[in-house]
Each structure stands twice: as structure tokens, then as C-alpha cells.
């Protein structure tokens, strides 16, 4: 993995699903370096038949803010919704989906706070 000062390092969080509950301690969450600098990651939202898309705001093409979306595949054609927008702390700032319990909160790592929130994405217009 190429290190460049100044950059911290980019991992992909991971939690075993067993574990998936409020209150989990963060070192629970695996960290495992990734290769090429893509820090997008998604997590199925079986109630709603879409997915929740993790971004950050690397490279800066169009602002300073990351993002969560939720991705819907309606006949074949992927429909993606905006659900949260924060402005970055770095470039590298994102809401990282963790999994999904049995009540239907999904769990997001903080990777500026490094602390673990939940939500629950009930309805899409």
C-alpha cells in the first residue's frame, strides 16, 4: 500500500454480523488496509429492496461534503436518493454502513468520530 505523509491510511471497516447490535464497541470493527484508496462500501436494506451507498468526498470534483444514498434497482435501472449530506472533515470522512439488524437499523461507523451511530431507513419517496 502506497503511504503518502500527511494521508492517513484507508481501511475497510468490517463487523461480524453476529455482532451487529447497538452499543457495540468499536473493537469489534476489523480494519483491513485497502490497495487502491476507493472507500466506497454498500449494505443491503432487505425491507426496502435497495441498498445504502457509502461515500466520501476523495478528490473533491464537485464539493466538500460525503454522503450516504440509498440505491434502488427499479426494472433494471438503478434509482439512487440522496439520504445524508455532512460536510467532510477530511477528504476521507464517511458514514461507513456496518450491517443491518433484526428490528432494521443499520449501524454506520463514523470514520471522523470513529464512534458507531444507528438509523433506520423506513420510507423512500
Do not use: H
Amino acid at each position: 500500500m502506497e503511504y503518502r505523509p500527511g494521508y492517513p491510511p484507508q481501511y475497510l471497516n468490517k463487523l461480524d454480523r453476529k455482532n451487529i447490535r447497538e452499543n457495540v464497541p468499536v473493537s469489534f470493527v476489523e480494519k483491513t488496509p485497502l490497495i487502491n484508496s476507493a472507500l466506497w462500501c454498500t449494505e443491503k436494506i432487505a425491507a426496502l429492496d435497495g441498498y445504502l451507498m457509502s461515500s466520501n468526498s476523495e478528490g473533491r470534483l464537485y464539493d466538500d461534503k460525503y454522503r450516504v444514498y440509498f440505491v434502488k434497482i427499479d426494472n433494471g435501472t438503478p434509482v439512487v436518493y440522496e439520504i445524508y449530506s455532512f460536510k467532510e472533515g477530511s477528504i476521507y470522512t464517511q458514514l461507513f454502513p456496518l450491517g443491518q439488524d433484526n428490528q432494521g437499523y443499520v449501524y454506520l461507523k463514523d470514520l471522523k468520530s470513529n464512534e458507531i451511530k444507528k438509523c433506520k431507513v423506513e420510507k423512500i419517496n
